[in-house]
Antibody, heavy 123, light 111 residues
Framework: QVQVVESGGGVVQPGGSLRLSCAASGFTFRNYGMHWVRQAPGKGLEWVAFIEYDGSNIKYVDSVKGRFAISRDNPKNTLYLQMNSLRPEDTAVYYC????????????????WGQGTLVTVSS | QSVLTQPPSVSGAPGQRVTISCTGSSSNIGAGYHVHWYQHLPGTAPKLLIYANTNWPSGVPDRFSGSKSGTSASLAITGLQAEDEADYYCQSYDSSLSAVVFGGGTKVTVL
C-alpha cells in the first residue's frame, strides 16, 4: 500500500539547519508531485512547499522563501526539505504528502500523508 | 490569520447532522478553485475526506459530503458518530498568493 515516511526532525538552535527526508513506497513516486505541510503546536495546517513530479515546478509559502529548499531523488523514491536559517516560528510537525491533480491549474490536493516529523527550533 | 475562514469548533449529539463552513474570497474559492477537506486526529496522518468540492475518495463513508457556492464551501457530517471527533480542514488554492491555502481548522466534538 502507499506509504510516505518522514524522518530527520529534531532540536536545532535558531539560525541552524536541518534536512528532512520523506521515503515513499507503494506507488510510482516519479509520476507524482509532492508537498510539505507543517503544523505548529496548537495551530492549524500550513502548506510549506511543492515540487512537480520532475522537479520542473517548485513553489514555497512566502515565510520560507530563501531559507527552505524542496528537492527530490526519483531513483531513490525520496523527497527532501532543506531548512536553513531556522527560526523559533518554524517549530512544527512537518508532513510529507502526495499531490493529486494539477498544481498549475490550482486543483491540487493530497491523498496520502505521512505521520510527520517534529522540528523544534530553540536555544 | 488564515486565508480561508472556518469556525473554531462545532458540536453535536450522536446521530445528528453538523456542518462546517469554509469562507474564502475572489482569489481562491470565488475564483472557481476546488475545495478539499481533511480529517486530522492529533499525532496521526491527516486523511482526505472530500476532493474537488463534492467527491469521495475510496473508503470514505457518504455520511461526509461537500458543497460549494460562491466564495464559500461546506462540509456536512450526517449521523454523527463518536469516531468523528477530530479536527477538520478545508484547503484550496489562492491565485494572488500562488499558493495552496488551508482553513484554520474546526474541532468537531460529539456530545
Amino acid at each position: 500500500q502507499v506509504q510516505v515516511v518522514e524522518s530527520g526532525g529534531g532540536v536545532v538552535q535558531p539560525g541552524g539547519s536541518l534536512r528532512l527526508s520523506c521515503a515513499a513506497s507503494g506507488f510510482t513516486f516519479r509520476n507524482y508531485g509532492m508537498h510539505w505541510v507543517r503544523q505548529a503546536p496548537g495551530k492549524g495546517l500550513e502548506w510549506v512547499a511543492f515540487i512537480e513530479y520532475d522537479g520542473s515546478n517548485i513553489k514555497y509559502v512566502d515565510s520560507v522563501k530563501g531559507r527552505f529548499a524542496i528537492s527530490r531523488d526519483n531513483p531513490k523514491n525520496t523527497l527532501y526539505l532543506q531548512m536553513n536559517s531556522l527560526r523559533p516560528e518554524d517549530t512544527a510537525v512537518y508532513y510529507c504528502a502526495t499531490n493529486r491533480d494539477s498544481y498549475r491549474d490550482g486543483k491540487c490536493y493530497s491523498d496520502y500523508w505521512g505521520q510527520g516529523t517534529l522540528v523544534t527550533v530553540s536555544s | 490569520q488564515s486565508v480561508l475562514t472556518q469556525p473554531p469548533s462545532v458540536s453535536g449529539a450522536p446521530g445528528q447532522r453538523v456542518t462546517i463552513s469554509c469562507t474564502g474570497s475572489s482569489s481562491n474559492i470565488g475564483a472557481g478553485y476546488h475545495v478539499h477537506w481533511y480529517q486530522h486526529l492529533p499525532g496521526t496522518a491527516p486523511k482526505l475526506l472530500i476532493y474537488a468540492n463534492t467527491n469521495w475518495p475510496s473508503g470514505v463513508p457518504d455520511r461526509f459530503s461537500g458543497s460549494k457556492s460562491g466564495t464559500s464551501a461546506s462540509l456536512a457530517i450526517t449521523g454523527l458518530q463518536a469516531e468523528d471527533e477530530a479536527d477538520y480542514y478545508c484547503q484550496s488554492y489562492d491565485s494572488s498568493l500562488s499558493a495552496v491555502v488551508f482553513g484554520g481548522g474546526t474541532k468537531v466534538t460529539v456530545l
